[in-house]
């Protein structure tokens, strides 16, 4: 039987302008919102890696940033699609678009006002598509280019998020992985069918619109966008990754084994050992790969701090060419 947890070739994406119309959910959201809840004083760390995969160019990009003093982290990843000439812009759009957009908002915040934090995310990753479709307006021939993005902001001991597309945002707690925001692919839809008997296991893993989106950052409408309205709570000892498709190559009970075999490390330690394991398969139709790792601690614990991969808004297409061990 072949786990419905198969590899992604997200090669069979049809082209941005072609995301397929979302159908009705099939399922509850990704988690269960929680009721507000005192804080816990949490500080965070993170760790980044990026990968080209079996490809020749790279459409992903990532940022992870302290915003202010307090220690308020962003973290934007972002997988683009529409081939060399416009995927790695779609995504560097984005990833530029809510960096900006994150910091200059939250340089304004204060304790009381962090409520208006899933707003404003939001409202920064609609200025992206924005961004996306000026672009495609004065660049024609980048017509059909998009990009998934999820804009991540760590405060206040909970994580608030916007996501749009298939790039997964997962939790590890008690040694047990969760996939927190939702999957704008058909793979929920036929996942419910194989549920329902309409379709084998093998079928469901092998079908060929698996992977087809139905909803990214095109400079058109967003026909589905993720954003809680409280955030999600965090504890300490809970580690986070955000990562593109190109992780899920992995099956996720390997994600879940590898990031608990490596909780204690630092979060670089973690992102490194992930990349190391999506290249070891050497699989030759391997996506682009990058993630994000993040843990959260107490704040009696002074974390390692660890220089992300990509940080610069600056250079982010010249920061794409990681390779583990150089």
Known sequence: MISLFARKRKQNRPPAAEVLAAPEPVSEPAFEEEEPAAPEQL????????????????????????????????????????????????????????????????????????????????????????????????????????????????????????????????????????????????APQIDFMVKSGMLTPEQGADHPNRNCLTSALTGDAI?????????????????????????QFLEESEIARLIAEHRAAPAQEIADALMAAVIALRDPEQDNVSCVVIKAETAAVSPQEIAPVAIDPDSLSRKRQLMLGE
């Open 43 to 186: 500080v965070f760390s993170a760790g980044s890696a990026i990968d080209c995969g079996a490809r020749d160019y790279q459409e992903d990009a990532l940022l992870t940033e302290t915003a202010d003093e307090a220690g308020v982290r962003v973290v934007v990843l972002a997988d683009g699609m529409g081939g060399h000439a416009a995927g790695n812009v779609a995504s560097d759009l984005a990833v530029r678009t809510v960096w900006e957009g994150l910091r200059a908002r939250i340089a304004g915040l204060d304790g009381a006002s962090f409520g208006t934090l899933p707003a404003m995310i939001a409202e920064t990753v609609i200025g992206a598509n924005d961004a996306i479709g000026g672009h495609v307006a004065e660049n024609p021939a980048t017509r059909g280019m998009g990009t998934t993005v999820v804009a991540a902001v760590l405060a206040e001991g909970r994580i608030f998020w916007t996501s749009v597309g298939d790039s997964p945002l997962y939790l590890l707690r008690d040694n047990s992985l969760r996939q927190l925001n939702e999957d704008h692919s058909m």
């Open 223 to 247: 026909p589905r966008i993720d954003t809680p309205e409280q955030g999600f709570a965090l504890e300490a000892g809970d580690i986070l990754v955000i990562s593109s498709d190109g992780l």
